[in-house]
């Protein structure tokens, strides 16, 4: 069988209906090979390339491997007005200055999928063989499917019957997804050589899968997006990601002092009798520049994290800590932290952080695979440094906030996330500088370990797992690169 295999690679799939009245979804299977066609043009038109494609859509309509309905989520952005694309053939040439063209309304819909990749299949391909090279070389050069901003990997790919849910071409079947067929590509360049929009093919209803029921991505006790609040430097002296302790203990502190009195468990972490909290609360997270191609792990702020399940109550007391905590100021919420007698720094809470560093989409989202940016601590020495009991420790660690245990562990002392820096200073006669803990911090001499942590399915993070996890540690970033089946 053959499947071409579209990896949403934002999560999100941007496009809708011709008539706008929904987003999209499944991806449907024309808008995909008009993606090939458009491949097919940006590299030259090439003839064995023309072949593969009016293959293709001679082929019977593909049956796709994606999430049904009622397991994607759809959401509309704002009604904004932009430029028509097309030109204006009967006007005077002054209108197609930016100032005088017209706007029309848009309002663009966007789907999202628990799983994002998607998968059109092919059962019965004779001839494959032939097109193969081309189709993949097609593939290659697709950049986006729908909205530009809809960014996508396409592969072709061998498909096996594994008994994933699959929407199907019925009858009965209550959704009509457009398909290509024989002659498609022919009539996308007439319009194209008349400067016209390309009209809708021909339609096929779909029948839902069934046969399985949709599981949501597994959540961890801490918050998402909604449950992040976003400090960012402004200025003062920025402290270095290995001290991030004492800024945690130092926040902490801050919020405990602007809230209420006595400071809540959700807050402190502590019973009113001292003892440590059984119960989930507050996380306070490094955002640093780690993960992209040249980063160097600077501290660039940090995020108060939440749980995700809390009372009204708590979360009230939360949000008055954190107004008390940042000031307003000229319509700026801003905040100091003393970290010591010679160090000031200055941050600003923000909903729009500046950087995508900065941004809880980053860590929040379903991924399969995860790799620490901050050394996760062990609960306790494993005995006679046993790596099959670090494995045991740290799949108890993903236990302890809500997910499964991971399928696979991998334990480092270094990173494998660009810019992060390593659990241990390294060897020599010129090591390193080391992490650093304020006096007194339980977790101070805990062993520490990097981790990249593969499970069974994906999981929705954030993912923070380990003995310093409400004090920045253990913190992973999803694996961008790993495919989330």
């Not at 360049?189 to 093919?201: F, H, M």
């Not at 060897?427 to 500088?433: C, F, H, I, L």
Request: with cysteine.
């Amino acid at each position: 069988m053959l499947a071409l295999e579209i990896e949403l690679l934002t999560g999100v799939y941007r496009a809708a209906l011709p008539d706008n009245s929904a987003a999209e979804w499944p991806p449907h299977p024309e808008r995909a090979f008009s993606a090939l066609v458009q491949s097919w043009g940006d590299g030259g038109c090439d003839a064995k390339e023309r072949t593969a494609l009016e293959w293709l859509e001679s082929l019977p309509a593909p049956r796709i491997e994606a999430d049904p309905m009622r397991g994607c989520d759809q959401r509309s952005a704002p009604t904004v007005f932009v430029p028509p694309n097309d030109s204006p053939r009967d006007k005077d040439k002054i209108a197609l200055l930016p100032d005088r063209r017209s706007r029309q309304a848009r309002n663009f819909q966007v789907a999202i999928p628990v799983h994002s990749t998607v998968r059109l299949i092919w059962h019965e391909v004779p001839g494959q063989s032939e097109h193969r090279t081309a189709l993949e070389a097609l593939a290659h050069r697709v950049a986006s499917l729908g909205h530009s901003a809809s960014l996508v990997r396409f592969a072709f790919i061998d498909a096996t019957e594994d008994g994933s849910p699959r929407w199907h071409p019925d009858t009965d079947g209550s959704v009509a997804l457009r398909v290509a067929h024989p002659g498609r590509l022919r009539r996308l360049e007439d319009w194209l050589s008349k400067d016209e929009r390309p009209q809708s093919g021909m339609s096929m209803h779909y029948m839902e899968p069934r046969d399985t029921k949709l599981r949501k991505a597994p959540k961890s006790v801490f918050g998402g997006v909604d449950d992040w609040f976003i400090f960012e430097d402004v200025g003062g002296v920025r402290p270095d990601l290995l001290a991030f302790a004492h800024v945690a203990k130092c926040v902490r502190a801050s919020l405990m002092k602007h809230g209420p009195q006595p400071a809540p468990e959700i807050i402190s972490g502590h019973t009113v009798e001292g003892a440590a909290t059984s119960k989930p609360h507050l996380a306070i997270v490094p955002l640093t520049n780690i993960g992209w191609s040249h980063s160097t792990g600077d501290l660039l702020g940090f995020a108060v994290v939440l749980p995700r399940e809390m009372a009204a109550l708590e979360r009230r007391s939360v949000l008055d800590a954190l107004a008390g905590f940042a000031h307003v100021d000229r319509d700026e919420a801003h905040a100091e932290l003393r970290l010591s007698s010679t160090m000031l720094w200055r941050v600003e809470r923000t909903l729009t952080p500046s950087r995508a560093s900065l941004k809880p989409e980053r860590w929040c989202r379903a991924a399969i695979s995860w790799a620490s940016a901050t050394p996760v601590l062990l609960d306790r020495y494993p005995d006679h440094g046993d790596p099959i009991e670090e494995g045991r420790l740290i799949a108890a660690a993903c236990r302890n906030i809500g997910l499964p245990e991971p399928v696979e562990i991998e334990i480092h002392k270094h990173p494998a996330v660009q810019g992060a820096p390593s659990a241990y200073p390294p060897g020599g006669k010129r090591p390193g500088t080391d992490w650093s803990f304020p006096d007194g911090a339980k977790f101070a001499s805990r062993p520490r370990r990097h981790v990249i942590l593969r499970f069974p399915e994906p999981v929705e993070g954030p993912v923070l797992i380990g003995a310093g996890r409400f004090h920045g540690f253990g913190l992973c970033l999803p694996l961008a690169e790993e495919r989330d089946l």
